[in-house]
Nanobody, 115 residues
Framework: VQLQASGGGLVQPGGSLRLSCAAS????????MGWYRQAPGKQRELVAT???????NYGDSVKGRFTISSDNVKNTVNLQMNKLKPEDTTVYYC??????????WGRGTQVTVSS
């Protein structure tokens, strides 16, 4: 499975950004996709995930602000990030979890929230 992330960038506090992650390869084996983030010196943390049946899960710090969705036709997962805060600044990683337990990561994409 290959994961191609796009989006990210610089936004002012309170603004919005949209991340997308397109999967290719053995996509029929994908059970769940999502986003994690990792700040320097910290552990990677859950942002949001969505399963193939549409069940979602969010990290506590983004609940009510971020929304994850999937486009099964395009094999893409999108993360709409609203009401962004400076503490959301970090590198975001797309993730795919396959049936059988294998996990794949895309390259990180930087999100910077600053005035």
């Amino acid at each position: 499975v290959q994961l191609q992330a796009s989006g990210g960038g610089l936004v002012q506090p309170g603004g919005s950004l949209r991340l997308s992650c397109a999967a290719s390869g053995t996509i029929a084996s994908i059970h769940r996709m999502g986003w994690y983030r990792q700040a320097p010196g910290k552990q990677r943390e859950l942002v949001a995930t969505i399963t193939i049946d549409g069940s979602t899960n969010y990290g506590d710090s983004v609940k009510g602000r971020f929304t994850i969705s999937s486009d099964n036709v395009k094999n893409t997962v999108n993360l709409q990030m609203n009401k962004l805060k400076p503490e959301d600044t970090t590198v975001y990683y797309c993730n795919a979890y396959l049936r059988g337990g294998m996990m794949y990561w895309g390259r990180g994409t930087q999100v910077t929230v600053s005035s």
